[in-house]
């Protein structure tokens, strides 16, 4: 049976009429800029990293852990989300802020991008994407209109436009097509987004690694006049130097005065250098991901807590750290646990991870403040060039 919409579900209850959606650049330093995103539920900090909360939550830490960490705002999966539990149903129970008790912004992507890498069955046309659920094998429509109704249902705070994103190399028509496509797309959610005070509609701009098109796609975003805008479409298998001349040549055609979100990016070197590039907002399952597999950022670069040479070590992760996971474990504990598969060892590494990359955040946000990025930059690249602690 095809599933799109329904409309006899009513949205989620909230106050969001009581403000508006603002964005506030306070300094620069280079192309690198802090700023405020105003809500009526809360303040987003910028440069900010948004935790990824695919079904509802962000695997293995609890909300309040989350937001102590400095965390502003989460990231919420539509496709998984529409799947299970079901849109209709978030809302019938509230909200997805009142599910996941998380009172604070929540962003919502399109659910575009799963469709197009989780779907082993879909079609795409004009229309939208028709496609086969990996759960259960159910038939779903994912419409431009069907993705804002169901981030409406899901009660998001911003909300993004659906787009095709192709996965790189590919040749430059199948680049151009899917790009001009999402145009189209962007201008339909628009009219489906209409007036929602509160919340706000971000275009996605397309194009590849081609620097006319993206220049091509991000004109014709702008011309719309949305409350923000992402870059899509990078870290899906280009080099990274190749994503950084991508942004560079896309930047000088993004507003000066609405935020600017790089999605699904990505390790704490590309945070840094995308930010110097005019980056306001990132999201990224890795430091999660890394956690549960690990793996730990830290000041001192990436640490493999399975590696042997930890098996012994009483000393923790991080003594320096303000993050109790980083400070107060050691890490022959940390390893025992990865390597018996414990379900602590995968949270503690999970918390140390995020507690980093807010960490970052926060640092980057300072410097700019001072307008002292470039030092910032290079001071942490420094540190992480240094290595670990010598073993024991």
């Known amino acids: 049976m095809l599933s799109s919409s329904s409309h006899e579900t009513t949205l989620p209850m909230n106050d969001l009429s009581t403000g508006t959606f603002s964005f506030s650049l306070l300094k620069t330093s ?3 800029r802090t700023g405020e995103i105003r809500m009526p539920r809360g303040v987003i900090r910028t440069p900010a990293f948004m935790p990824v909360g695919t079904a509802g939550t962000v695997k293995g830490m609890y909300p309040d852990q989350v937001k102590a960490l400095g965390a502003d705002v989460l990231l919420g999966n539509t496709y998984h989300l529409m799947l299970r539990p079901g849109a209709e149903r978030v809302a019938r129970l509230g909200g997805l802020h009142t599910m996941m008790n998380w009172p604070y912004p929540i962003l919502t992507d399109s659910g575009g991008f799963q469709v197009m890498s989780l779907s082993s069955l879909r079609k795409l046309d004009e229309q939208g994407v028709t496609f086969q659920s990996h759960i259960d094998g159910s038939t779903h429509l994912m419409s431009p209109e069907r993705s804002i109704e ?3 249902l899901l009660d998001s705070d911003i909300i993004m436009q659906l787009d095709e994103c192709v996965s790189l190399p590919a040749p430059r028509e199948s680049v151009e097509r899917a790009m001009q496509l999402s145009i189209r797309w962007a201008e339909r ?4 987004f209409g007036v929602q005070p509160g919340r706000a509609l971000f275009g996605i701009v397309q194009g590849g690694t081609d620097e006319a098109l993206r ?5 014709a975003l702008v011309g ?7 870059i899509g479409g990078l870290a899906v298998g280009e080099p990274q130097a190749e994503m950084l001349r991508t942004i560079e040549a896309t930047e000088p055609f993004l507003p000066k005065d609405k935020p600017r979100y790089l999605m699904g990016v990505g390790t704490p070197d590309d945070l840094l250098q995308c930010i110097a590039r005019g980056i306001d907002m990132f999201d990224c399952v890795m430091p999660t991901r890394a956690g549960r597999h690990g793996t730990a950022f830290t000041r001192f670069g990436k640490i493999n807590i399975r590696n042997a040479r930890h098996a012994e070590d009483t000393r923790p992760i991080d003594a320096e750290a303000v993050c109790p996971a980083s400070r107060d474990y050691s890490r022959a504990y940390l390893h025992h646990l990865i390597r018996a598969d414990e379900m602590l060892g995968q949270m503690l590494l999970t918390w140390n991870n995020l507690a980093y990359y807010q960490t970052l955040m926060a640092g980057a946000r300072k410097a700019i403040a001072e307008n002292t990025y470039a030092d910032y ?3 942490v690249r420094d540190n992480w060039a240094k290595g670990d602690l010598d073993p024991l």
Not at 189 to 192: E, I, L, N, P, S
Not at 224 to 230: I, K, S
Request: aromatic letters at 4%; charged letters at 20%.
């Open 30 to 32: 280079g192309l690198a």
């Open 150 to 152: 169901i981030q409406l």
């Open 189 to 192: 959610c628009k009219t489906a």
């Open 215 to 219: 220049r091509q796609s991000a004109e």
């Open 224 to 230: 719309l006049d949305l409350p923000g805008y992402a």
């Open 377 to 379: 930059m290079a001071e």
